[in-house]
């Protein structure tokens, strides 16, 4: 069974870090693509970062770039997401997901593309 479990969300002030992790189970790590979504109150999910661990890969939104970080640990099946120079408009329920396929620049952001999705990590950010 495939499973997924974000941690490390929490309430962080505008300009400070939080390290996301989602440790992951039941698939072979590196024959998968992983990835961060999140939703905002009232909005839609969207992609933040992803990692295809087949050809290590990496992609992250640009409203993020030079913030946000992905990375994994093979040995330990996580995925991170780490954040720093979070702003107040970063508040939201973060998700990973995971598809058993390489994805590309052109697909790795569309929700559809993921078969697996973990229960999600809250962070705020405070001003």
């Known amino acids: 069974e495939v499973q997924l479990v974000e941690s490390g969300g929490g309430l962080v002030q505008a300009g400070g870090s939080l390290r996301l992790s989602c440790t992951t189970s039941?698939?072979?790590?590196?024959?998968?693509?992983i990835a961060w979504f999140r939703q905002a109150p009232g909005r839609e999910r969207e992609g933040v970062a992803c990692?295809?661990?087949?050809?290590?890969?990496?992609y992250l939104e640009d409203f993020v770039k030079g913030r946000f970080a992905i990375s994994s640990d093979n040995a330990k099946k996580t995925v991170y997401l780490q954040m720093s120079a979070l702003k107040v408009e970063d508040t939201a329920v973060y998700y990973c997901?995971?598809?058993?396929?390489?994805?590309?620049?052109?697909?790795?952001?569309?929700?559809?593309?993921?078969?697996?999705w973990g229960q999600g990590t809250q962070v705020t950010v405070s001003s």
């Open positions: 990692i295809s661990n087949s050809d290590d890969s990496e």
């Open positions: 039941g698939f072979t790590f590196g024959d998968y693509a």
């Open positions: 997901a995971t598809a058993p396929r390489s994805l590309y620049s052109n697909n790795w952001s569309e929700e559809r593309a993921y078969d697996y």
